[in-house]
């Protein structure tokens, strides 16, 4: 595929407001997440939660639309000049030529979960704060999006769990590649609910501690929220740019929610994203895991990424820094991946202090500088739904 | 931008099948109304049937219709799942358990809840690892699938199935999203040239016109995967013709139909 150029980028996480907040706190060795507090949750964990959203309710025209889901969406848009970008972008294609791409597990499904709390005991009615359209549904983050930038092509959420937002990028990728659009913001939006925190602690895979991933006593994820966002061009304005340069994407085929073991789609979403690229392993220089820090998810990873790249390929997993954010991990990641490649620096692993001896990767712990040329981000999810992305220069 | 409409599934009250609804869109049978046929995909193992949501079901079988009619095969094919309100009943199972203590979830029902469940069963069923993406739209849910499908088809030259499938909620929720009807549909999509339908499709600005078939139940409308019905009658009835499907509340999508 042509190289696509990234001309902004934006990240709201538990790291903070904005990517330079995000850089300097990986840079200082401050993770994200905290013990959990969020609403009245009472599970022994810890959570990447975004300061503020309670009292933060969307005003003015598109009061409409207040949740947690998307005020995390205003306050992701706000940070980095992002809103601008897209401005002068929609002013150079036409706004009905910049599409709209985002990636979310959950939406506004936690404004659903309060109103369950708040039947009414005669009749069993929700509380009419509860709208479809513009907080529980899917599709209301990504028209929460395009009303706020005032886009007008074409518009769409990308669903599969925790790739969700990775494969948002595949597919903007693709409809300007058909002409369908000149440009997309392409993001992830996902915020802390309880249908996600209960859920994992179903399964078992909540850990009680900061999460850390590829640690030989890595005991499960830590749930977090964020806003992320990427503005890709047909064509950069001027000079080099970031870009997107290939993306995989591949189904499991094993089981709801467990990895292949070897890792056999993630192997080839890979392979996949490096062939469409045209690159080969040994052009990549970093690789940002999908890394949730599950037993088992670590080993199917650490298989997959040593049957493609060998043993010599730099990687590490930032889900210690930022928690897994679930739907919006995808664009996070490619966010972080994005910073690496722009700033010269490997992200480390937080939370990490050794590295499971079973495994084959090289595993970067610390935040250290480093000129980087071609980075890829892997993202992961239930229903066996892989997906990795290739990033460059153009 | 162009596809090929190979073959086509159809599943909904008094629609069982596309051999039924083709005749009531043609405006050779008149439109009976009755249950629809229980949904019991050949590949999900019969002890699977118990476990997968009725969500899954309706949209693996419907999946199955449009292969079966062609005699393609589900391995290495691309798919493309869309769906407006998703799960319902796994939602409100989910959000009830939430409410009332000991507030837990049941990890089968969890793992269900995602929007790509039918997108993973599929996988699972037919041994593909071929790319699947799940999406969701509000009432323009079905031209949202079409148009990525299309597009895939289009920028990666292969076959895509295009699934949309959406259920009535359970009440409480139903109140919200007061669908009627359960409805669901595929449809084989191969990048030209090949046999079947041309569609021609292209974004334009402004509401889409009236287009809904006289022949179908008014009530159907309100399900947005039965919009695949207006492009359906527009294949029913063999001649060229033109479809405006709403896409999302600012635009629609043009689908140019010729046999």
Redesign the interface.
Known sequence: MAPLPITAIALASALGNGTGAATQAMRQGQSGLRRNDFLDSSLDTWIGRVPGLEDAPLGGGLAHFDCRSNRLALLGLRQDGFEAAVARAAARHGA?RVAVYIGT?SSG?LE??L???Q?DPA????PAT????DT????SVA?FV??RLGL??????????CASSA?AFA?AQ??I????CDAAVVGGVETLC??TL??????ELLSSRPCRPFDADRDGISIGEAAAFALLEKEAPGGETLALIGHG?????????TPHPQG??AA?AMRDALQLAGLSPGDVDYLNLHGTGTRNNDAAENAAVCAVFGEQLTCSATKGWTGHTLGAAGAVEAVLTLLALRDGFLPGTANTRRTDPQFGIRLALETVPQPLRHTMSNSF?????NCSLLFGRV | ?RVQLAAQGVLGEGLPDWRVARAVLAGTAPYVPAAAPEPAPALLPATEHRRASASVRWALAVGEQALRACGRDSAGLATVFVS???DGAI?HQ???A??LPP?????TR????????P???W??A?????????????HG?FA?GL??AA??A???ARSVLLIAYDLPYP???H???PVAQPFAASLLLDPPPATGAALHLE?R?GAAKEGWPEALPAELRSNPAARALELFAAAARGGATRVELP?????HLVVEVRP
């Open positions: 009905q597990s499904i659903a979960e109103a369950f709390r039947r009749t069993g009615a929700l509860l709208r479809f359209s529980y549904n899917l599709y028209s395009q009303q007008h092509g074409p518009c769409c959420t990308v669903s599969a769990a494969k597919a693709r409809a590649a058909a002409g369908l309880f249908t209960q859920g994992f602690a179903a399964l994407e591949t189904a499991d085929a094993f089981h709801m929610s056999l789609g080839q999810g239930f229903g066996g739904s | 931008m407006c309100g998703g939602t989910i959000c009830e939430l409410a507030h837990a979830v049941s990890p969890f793992h269900n809840s995602v929007h790509n469940a997108a993973g069963y996988s699972i037919a041994h593909s690892h071929a790319p699947s993406t799940s999406l969701s739209g509000y849910a949202i148009l990525e597009t895939q289009t920028v990666q009440p409480p929720l109140a919200l999203w974004l600005a896409y999302s509340g600012s635009s």
